[in-house]
Nanobody, 122 residues
Framework: QAQLTESGGGSVQIGGSLRLSCEASGVIYSVNYMAWFRQPPGKEREAVALISSGGGHSHVPDSLKDRFTVSIDSANDIVYLEMTNLKPEDTAMYFC???????????????WGRGTQVTVSS
């Protein structure tokens, strides 16, 4: 059974950095893109990074691209999200997801991890 497992979250101070990891295990069919979403308390889930399974195509929203970097270790099926200069508004549960196409819509992703919490405070 396919499974995505996130790790690397935690509590950091404003301006700190974190690297999130997402490991895929089991047999995953038809996944061409991996994505990171986040969901702050009481808000909708939003995409913060996408990357193709081969790593050749990636996307981070303009509002985050100076601080967030997505990468993939295709040989080991691990997706990373590097986050720097973290701000309180980055506080959220961060989820890894796998899907067939390039999309920022959560409903377009078939496989999901359980999430890892990121908390940024002063």
């Amino acid at each position: 059974q396919a499974q995505l497992t996130e790790s690397g979250g935690g509590s950091v101070q404003i301006g700190g950095s974190l690297r999130l990891s997402c490991e895929a295990s089991g047999v995953i069919y038809s996944v061409n893109y991996m994505a990171w979403f986040r969901q702050p308390p009481g808000k909708e889930r939003e995409a913060v990074a996408l990357i193709s399974s081969g790593g050749g195509h990636s996307h981070v929203p303009d509002s985050l691209k100076d601080r967030f970097t997505v990468s993939i270790d295709s040989a080991n099926d691990i997706v990373y999200l590097e986050m720097t200069n973290l701000k309180p508004e980055d506080t959220a549960m961060y989820f890894c997801a796998g899907g067939r196409r390039f999309s920022i819509r959560p409903q377009d992703f078939t496989y999901w991890g359980r999430g890892t919490q990121v908390t940024v405070s002063s």
